[in-house]
């Protein structure tokens, strides 16, 4: 299986704030990489498929970057609502997950 | 609107069996594969299996080959997973997700979450 490596695995950043996150395949998934969102106790959202495209409805202060083994999720101006834990997913193979990354607010 | 909702929380006994649901509705269920995701308390994400409603061709993570059983019923566009013998180490939240996309693909949206509480 393909390993997904999250780093770091929690953060605290103020309102304001550029946050970003990086996902580490063990080998090379090309450009089948999302991003999920997961408030507590809620559901994931979809954030960016295929690397960096917006799922529709995500504000665009989310981006997506990368390709092959590193990835990121940059968050350019952080708001409250997004406290929350961000995980990666590869499907170039069998489904793997990173570990998740929890960001709370300052 | 696409939606997944699942069943509701259960509360279970060490062997017993069970089976979940996750009912698709805004779109055309048969064209999707439906996945199960497991999340044990305050863990990550683990992906268990997907299953395609149109042909029921399933594919198992090789963690949860044979520990469950993912199946479908296209004529209520409802996806299952089940278990034959519960363990307390099946406790966990069970979330299904609709594939989307083609190659390369990605889960939205997601069920609401089956909470399985499995306990002597």
């Known amino acids: 299986d393909i390993q997904m490596t999250q780093s770091p695995s929690s953060l605290s950043a103020s309102v304001g704030d550029r946050v970003t996150i990086t996902c580490r395949a063990s080998?090379?998934?090309?450009?089948?990489l999302n991003w999920y969102q997961q408030r507590p106790g809620k559901a994931p959202k979809l954030l960016i498929y295929?690397?960096?495209s917006l799922q529709s409805g995500v504000p665009s202060r989310f981006s997506g970057g990368g390709s092959g083994t590193d990835f990121t999720l940059t968050i350019s101006s952080l708001q409250p609502e997004d406290s929350a834990t961000y995980y990666c997913?590869?499907?170039?193979?069998?489904?793997?997950f990173g570990q998740g990354t929890r960001l709370e607010i300052k | 609107e696409v939606q997944l909702v699942q069943s509701g929380a259960e509360v279970k006994k060490p062997g017993e069996s069970l089976k979940i649901s996750c009912k698709g509705s805004?779109?055309?269920?048969?064209?999707?594969?439906i996945g199960w995701v497991r999340q044990m308390p305050g863990k990550g994400l683990e992906w268990m299996g997907i299953?395609?409603?149109?042909?029921?061709?399933?594919r198992y993570s090789p963690s949860f080959q044979g520990q469950v059983t993912i199946s479908v019923d296209k004529s209520i566009s409802t996806a299952y997973l089940q278990w034959s013998s519960l363990k307390a180490s099946d406790t966990a939240m069970y979330y299904c997700?609709?594939?989307?996309?083609?190659?390369?693909?990605?889960?939205?949206?997601w069920g609401q979450g089956t909470l399985v509480t499995v306990s002597s």
């Open positions: 997913q590869q499907s170039y193979s069998t489904i793997t």
């Open positions: 080998q090379s998934v090309s450009s089948f």
């Open positions: 805004g779109y055309s269920f048969t064209r999707n594969w």
């Open positions: 295929a690397a960096s």
């Open positions: 997700a609709r594939r989307s996309g083609d190659v390369p693909n990605w889960f939205d949206p």
């Open positions: 299953i395609y409603p149109g042909d029921s061709d399933t």
